[in-house]
């Protein structure tokens, strides 16, 4: 196995339910959480046809076509998008936590890019034959040995310039201060696309508050089936989603991809302020060309 398969595995973030909030009324009446309903089942209709559309329209145009399906689609669910900071306009890699299969919504609403998602994704109705269309490179997670030929691929996107969207936790945990996180943090195996490509990584923070808490509500986590998470969203009052751009790291050539990813990481979950009697020393500079 070469280096790189050593960091695809299945991980595990230890989050279920006991992480989700306990079970209370809906914010929302019966009637709303039904027009919802229909308004998703709608914007999965759009999806249909726009996954036989893209592959027609100029690159700028099918951005903005996702976009703006992305986009209604959360308005759809009732969930309001907050964005903070700028979005690249260029090629780049965008590597964001894992917490809800609404991700992917907020993160294409707000930076329209390929998707790394996993095979089976491919096999989901309207949605597979969407994310196919938009250009999404999948990894088969059972074959280890395959994952060298995944990351070449989003290298070639990279230098093709299009940005490509991971999530390197490689799994949904809860989040919101619950004490959950992935065994490992960030796997580094797709950050060395971005070292061969040349291109830079920009991580995106992503959480959510409902009632104006944070919130662990729209978490998919392990076992639970998606009809259980889409229900919980549905009868959600005032549930955000906010998107941080955080600032684009610059990969000096031959950077080891495994701090790049720790600064990636570091970026997006801030390690606790402690007391130092020397001042501390970033690692990033070591690992970035600052100048690029």
């Given at each position: ?6 960091d ?5 973030s230890?989050?279920g339910p006991r ?13 709303r959480?039904v027009?919802?309903?229909?308004g998703?089942?709608?914007m ?8 036989a559309l ?5 690159a700028a ?6 976009r703006a399906?992305?986009?209604t689609?959360?308005r759809a669910?009732?969930?309001?998008l ?7 306009r ?13 991700d992917?919504?907020?993160v294409?609403?707000?930076s329209p ?19 196919a269309a938009?250009?999404t ?8 040995r395959a994952?060298p030929?995944?990351v ?6 990279l ?8 999530f ?15 065994t ?5 195996a797709?950050?060395e696309a971005?070292v061969?490509?040349g291109?830079?990584v ?10 104006g ?5 729209p978490?998919?986590?392990g076992a ?10 549905l009868?959600a009052r ?7 751009v ?5 990969p ?8 790049l990813?720790r ?14 009697p020397?001042p501390?020393?970033?690692?990033v ?8």
């Amino acid at each position: 196995m070469t280096p790189l398969g050593e960091d695809l595995w299945r991980p595990t973030s230890g989050c279920g339910p006991r992480c989700l909030p306990h079970a209370t009324a809906p914010d929302v009446s019966a009637p709303r959480r039904v027009g919802r309903l229909f308004g998703v089942l709608g914007m999965l209709v759009v999806g249909a046809g726009l996954a036989a559309l893209l592959p027609l329209l100029p690159a700028a145009d099918r951005r903005a076509a996702l976009r703006a399906w992305a986009r209604t689609t959360l308005r759809a669910l009732g969930v309001r998008l907050v964005v903070r900071g700028r979005p690249p306009r260029r090629r780049a890699l965008l590597v964001a936590n894992h917490v809800s299969w609404l991700d992917i919504l907020a993160v294409l609403a707000v930076s329209p890019a390929r998707m790394l998602a996993k095979r089976e994704v491919r096999r989901w109705p309207v949605l597979g034959a969407l994310a196919a269309a938009a250009g999404t490179i999948f990894v088969d997670r059972s074959r280890p040995r395959a994952l060298p030929v995944t990351v070449a691929g989003v290298a070639d996107a990279l230098r093709a310039g299009h940005p490509v969207v991971v999530f390197p936790e490689g799994t949904t945990w809860c989040g919101a201060g619950s004490g959950c996180r992935p065994t490992r943090g960030f796997r580094p195996a797709m950050f060395e696309a971005a070292v061969v490509a040349g291109a830079p990584v920009v991580p995106l923070g992503i959480g959510y508050r409902h009632a104006g808490d944070a919130s662990t509500l729209p978490a998919f986590l392990g076992a639970e089936t998606l009809w259980a998470s889409l229900r919980r969203v549905l009868a959600a009052r005032d549930l955000n989603v906010s998107v941080t751009v955080a600032a684009a790291l610059h990969p000096a050539d031959g950077a080891d991809r495994r701090l790049l990813a720790r600064a990636a990481e570091a970026a997006i979950h801030p390690a606790p302020p402690r007391r130092s009697p020397v001042p501390l020393v970033s690692p990033v500079p070591a690992l970035v060309d600052l100048a690029a």
